[in-house]
């Protein structure tokens, strides 16, 4: 991965006022600022999202004390790039005009003040946690970073990082660990309690992470469990904003927007949506003037979220990248997909949704089409495919759960969880292959070649696409007890046999057929 050429001239503090004017910056004394926010997960999304939004607060005149610690769990590249340029980096907004020509508009970031690598000194992580002047702690790491079981949405004792933080109180691992151990050092200073906040798109998230930590900590000493449920906060949050991975071509058109070079600038678009819970145990920014709101229950924005952009971009993705459709965009190219996401929306999610007083959904259906088209991104649907063992539950089972409920059909449903099926294979219609990035990987494929000799073993035709559909759906942790449900295993086992036979233009067209049943 190129980073900064030898000799070039880097983002700084010290240069920040010869920047090109089009190009905004902290308008703030960032040597005033004091980190009172440390956010697990130090991703794009984070930096694109949340940091953007608190910098927004900052300039509308939030106190000082919001300056922002980000730990990366895993790796210490992002702190590699971003310490030599004190934590500052570039956000480049990316759109498209009425002609489909890409534009963008650059800001510096500038309330990142610190960057941890937790694997390389995980006390210096819990003494963040644990400072005074911390009064949240927010987490971005995916589905995959609870450590716990997607169907039950229990705590995975058996996790081998959970295993190994029960016993390593100065040495964590996992976010849980962390964050238990860090209140636990807290309450023994006797310092007030926090709030602990999800930016991760997973329903109730507030719930889930409170559910996750207290499990945890009950496992430690039950007077932390009861003190974390009393004190401390974990409101549930709605956030939306596609952020693509960094390329090296994205750098150097950043650079030369810059006139400096950058190590590590994030991309995203323009739209930003942040629905959060107004609980609060210490205090909070005003993240209005970053666009956020404030609500008292995010459960039906989430619920919108998940279902709605979530879903339609996990069915984009696993169909696409079979396809070989490499980047939404492209993908969104293709009228047959377009239309089957459209359906897919307005037929079978669209009922599924709680009322939203005042939210046009057509109106909101179109812009998150018009959101998918957007050439500027170039967003990898192999991205997105990423970790579809912690994403599908919540992302279409549960959409599918209450169609059966309701005894609707789930036929746009049925192809998108085919397409899922169809991708643990690891190779495309043309034959490339490609890697299975999810934590369930080596589960996946053992089931995947158990499902294929359970397949061979029923013959052909429909009922060897049911055994096959009956194997893979079988995998509790993902699928509980939906894969039991013949009417779902009836509709997935038929989608797959079309996309086996037909492919996937083939079928989508045959879904989108004036008798196939909606």
């Known amino acids: 991965m190129e980073l900064v050429a030898a000799g070039a001239a880097r983002l700084s503090p010290m240069g920040l006022s010869a920047l090109p004017d089009a190009v905004a910056r902290p308008g703030y004394d960032r040597a005033s600022l004091r980190v009172g926010i440390v956010h697990l997960g130090l991703g794009a999304f984070a930096r694109a999202h949340l940091a953007a939004v608190n910098e927004a607060a900052l300039h509308a005149g939030a106190d000082r004390g919001w300056g922002i610690c980000g730990v990366s769990l895993r790796q210490a590249d992002t702190r590699d790039a971003l310490a030599p340029q004190d934590g500052l980096y570039a956000l480049a907004l990316r759109s498209a005009d009425a ?274 088209e957007n050439p500027a991104l170039k967003h990898q649907t192999r991205q997105i495919a990423m970790d579809g063992s912690q994403k599908l539950p919540q992302r279409l089972l549960d959409t599918v759960c209450a169609r059966l409920a309701a005894d609707l059909p789930i036929p746009g449903l049925a192809l998108a969880v085919a397409g899922w099926l169809h991708f643990l294979r690891g190779v495309d219609q043309a034959g490339r292959r490609y890697e299975i990035q999810d934590p369930l990987a080596d589960v996946l494929a053992r089931q995947y070649a158990l499902a294929e000799q359970a397949a061979q073993e029923a013959g052909e035709g429909p009922a060897a696409m049911l055994a096959w559909t009956e194997s893979l759906t079988s995998l509790a942790p993902v699928f509980g007890d939906l894969g039991r449900d013949p009417r779902f295993l009836r509709a997935v086992a038929q989608a797959a046999q079309s996309l086996r036979s037909q492919g996937v233009a083939g079928a989508l067209a045959a879904l989108a057929a004036p008798s196939a049943p909606r």
């Open 99 to 372: 002609a489909g020509r890409p534009r963008q508009q650059v800001a510096v970031i500038g309330c990142l003040l610190e960057t941890l690598v937790a694997p390389e000194d995980p006390q210096a992580v819990l003494a963040r946690i644990a400072h005074a002047d911390t009064r949240i702690v927010s987490v971005t790491v995916t589905e995959k970073g609870y450590c716990h079981d997607p169907a039950s949405g229990r705590l995975n004792l058996d996790h081998p990082d959970i295993v190994h933080d029960l016993g390593q109180p100065l040495a964590p691992r996992s976010t849980i660990g962390f964050l238990a151990w860090g209140l636990q050092q807290r309450r023994a200073a006797g310092l007030a309690p926090v709030t602990l906040m999800s930016l991760d798109n997973l329903p109730g998230n507030g719930h889930l992470l409170r559910g996750m930590v207290l499990a945890f900590a009950e496992q430690v000493d039950r007077a932390l469990a009861a003190w974390i449920a009393s004190s401390c906060a974990f409101p549930c949050s709605m956030v939306d904003r596609i952020v693509p991975r960094t390329t090296d071509d994205d750098r150097r058109q950043v650079a030369d927007a810059l006139g400096v070079q950058d190590a590590w600038p994030v991309l995203a678009e323009p739209y930003l949506e942040w629905v959060v819970e107004d609980r609060f145990a210490a205090g909070r920014p005003d993240w209005t003037a970053g666009g956020a709101r404030f609500v008292a229950e995010a459960a039906p924005f989430e619920t919108l979220k998940l279902r709605m952009v979530n879903g339609a971009h996990s069915a984009l993705a696993y169909l696409s990248v079979m396809a070989g459709w490499a980047t939404v965009d492209q993908a969104m190219a293709q009228p047959a997909l377009k239309a089957y996401l459209a359906a897919l929306m307005q037929d079978e999610i669209v009922p599924t949704l709680p009322a939203l007083p005042g939210l046009d959904l057509a109106q909101y259906q179109a812009r998150l089409l018009q959101r998918y």
